[in-house]
């Protein structure tokens, strides 16, 4: 082989070598894989007492199937949510997701809520969710679970305040901020809530519910897109125990 047959056969390398690199460019892999978001290729967050590896379907073929591919359900019950559940509560998407989840969650801070019923909570949920019904979250303050619930979220109990001592919290005297005559949600933890996804209303029922109830609605977080969309983009989901 001479030298102009040796270079034709190393440019002819070259091109196809670079032409497979692009192509892998295209469908977004790279050496850490597919990615959760830019500079994020995975988390890790404690669930059921185990850590579990949060990540994307490394299949760039994957494709949904079963009850979230579905688009067309009748409404009601399956009506499109507001992007907004309550006043002041703000609405977050999956990377705002993945910084609680190594922030808040991960420091004891905060709770994510998969605020479905029991039976849709054991087909599979988000790592590191616990299950509060909204049939417990939307009931009145002095209900016993409600109580329950709020405490576990780390709100306690004012015992008789006193109307002078409100009046004064109410004047600005005293620190009242966060308080109601029955809680101080001083100490309690934020909160995020998702249920279906953006077809699905037992997330923001609960949210209601916990306003209602005088939680904090800055505490309050909503992931509208909620198990749908976090089948969609191939995350990690877990079976809980029994």
């Given at each position: 082989m001479?030298?102009m ?9 070259l091109?196809v070598s ?5 192509d892998e460019?295209v469908?977004g ?7 959760l978001a830019?500079g994020k290729p ?15 379907v490394?299949?760039?073929d994957?494709?949904?199937r079963?009850?979230y591919a579905?688009?067309?359900?009748k409404?009601?019950?399956f009506?499109i949510q507001p ?8 609405t977050?998407a999956?990377?705002?997701?993945f910084d609680f989840?190594?922030g808040?969650l991960r ?5 994510l809520?998969d605020a479905r ?8 949920t988000?790592?590191?969710?616990v299950?509060?019904p909204f049939?417990i979250?939307?009931k ?10 709020f405490?576990?979220?780390g ?6 305040v006193g109307w002078?001592?409100r ?11 966060l308080k109601t005559?029955k ?5 309690a933890k934020d909160?995020?809530l998702?249920c279906n ?12 519910g916990?306003v209602?109830n005088?939680?904090?609605a800055?505490?309050i977080f ?6 749908q ?8 989901r877990?079976?809980?125990e029994?």
């Amino acid at each position: 082989m001479n030298l102009m047959s040796q270079r034709l056969l190393l440019l002819g390398c070259l091109l196809v070598s670079g032409y497979l690199w692009a192509d892998e460019v295209v469908v977004g892999k790279s050496e850490a894989g597919i990615v959760l978001a830019p500079g994020k290729p995975f988390l890790h967050v404690i669930s059921q007492g185990k850590s579990i590896k949060v990540e994307r379907v490394q299949d760039p073929d994957f494709e949904l199937r079963g009850y979230y591919a579905k688009t067309a359900r009748k409404c009601p019950p399956f009506c499109i949510q507001p992007m907004q559940s309550q006043p002041g509560v703000k609405t977050i998407a999956e990377v705002e997701l993945f910084d609680f989840m190594e922030g808040e969650l991960r420091d004891e801070k905060g709770i994510l809520i998969d605020a479905r019923t029991p039976s849709w909570y054991a087909k599979g949920t988000i790592p590191g969710s616990v299950n509060y019904p909204f049939t417990i979250l939307d009931k009145g303050a002095d209900d016993p679970e409600t109580e329950e619930a709020f405490e576990a979220f780390g709100a306690e109990l004012r015992g008789d305040v006193g109307w002078f001592t409100r009046k004064l919290e109410s004047w600005g005297f005293l620190d009242g901020e966060l308080k109601t005559d029955k809680w101080d949600f001083t100490k309690a933890k934020d909160l995020v809530l998702f249920c279906n996804g953006m077809l699905c209303g037992q997330s923001p029922r609960a949210i209601k519910g916990l306003v209602k109830n005088g939680y904090p609605a800055e505490k309050i977080f909503y992931y509208r897109g909620g198990m749908q969309m976090w089948e969609v983009l191939g995350l990690t989901r877990v079976i809980p125990e029994q």
